[in-house]
């Protein structure tokens, strides 16, 4: 998904920084009041930005100018909420654009976008709403992260589109060209990522059982779930 460095046009590029930013400001925002008011999370805050890195970097050959990898922002997501997956994603980002020559700087916003920002959204959404109607805790941890991933890949389908729409059907054409090279690799890979995110959460359940009460994962005792889910 990371799309390479000088990939896109220069107005694409300018775009969809410009349409980032707004998310990964108020991401900081959120981040910074998280910390204040529990600095008990920063463990587990740095973990959600390991898991992502390390995940992320997992890279497949696909379109080209761009891969195939798993997200892993879906976890963050689901513990942290978006708004702060959107700024841990970007620095994620920014170091693999930086360190390990994976996506690029002028293609950060546009990778922001689809992956630190879209995905984590979509996917937690899913999972709210699948715990809103009483799905078990690891089924809704599974397709929340699941539609991360592959949500991020729809996303990333439609800005390559739009950048380079085929010559006879143009960006509906080369949407279901870059969707159906994409889809390939990214729907076994997302069903992976899913897994791994329950397996995680599991250890989390066990580990930082107080942390994941605290952030509204686990309910409290003497709430039942739909107690617990409106009062997040």
């Not at 689901?78 to 996506?103: D, E, K, S, W």
């Not at 809103?132 to 805790?137: M, N």
């Not at 690891?138 to 389908?157: E, H, N, P, Q």
């Not at 950048?163 to 890979?189: C, H, N, Y």
Request: glycine share 12%.
């Amino acid at each position: 998904m990371h799309i390479a460095e000088g990939y896109l046009p220069p107005a694409h590029a300018v775009a969809w920084g410009v349409a980032a930013a707004p998310f990964v400001v108020h991401g900081v925002r959120a981040l910074t009041r998280e910390v204040r008011s529990n600095p008990e999370s920063t463990l587990l805050l740095g973990a959600s930005g390991a898991f992502t890195f390390v995940l992320s970097a997992l890279k497949l050959p696909s379109v080209t100018g761009s891969c195939s990898h798993p997200t892993g922002t879906g976890l963050g997501a689901i513990l942290f909420r978006p708004p702060i997956m959107a700024v841990l994603g970007t620095i994620t980002l920014l170091f693999q654009a930086l360190l390990l020559a994976h996506g690029g700087l002028t293609t950060l916003g546009a990778n922001a976008f689809s992956m630190a920002i879209v995905g984590p959204w979509a996917g937690y959404g899913t999972y709210r709403l699948l715990r809103r109607f009483g799905t078990p805790l690891m089924v809704a941890v599974f397709f929340g992260a699941f539609v991360a991933d592959l949500s991020t890949y729809c996303v990333t389908s439609v800005q390559l589109a739009l950048a380079f729409p085929d010559p006879g059907s143009g960006v509906p054409g080369a949407l279901a060209k870059f969707g159906g090279i994409f889809a390939v690799t990214q729907i076994p890979l997302a069903v992976s990522e899913g897994l791994l995110t329950v397996l995680v959460m599991r250890l989390l359940t066990q580990s930082s059982k107080g942390d994941l009460t605290r952030l509204g994962v686990l309910p409290r005792a003497g709430k039942d779930l739909h107690e617990e889910a409106v009062a997040r």
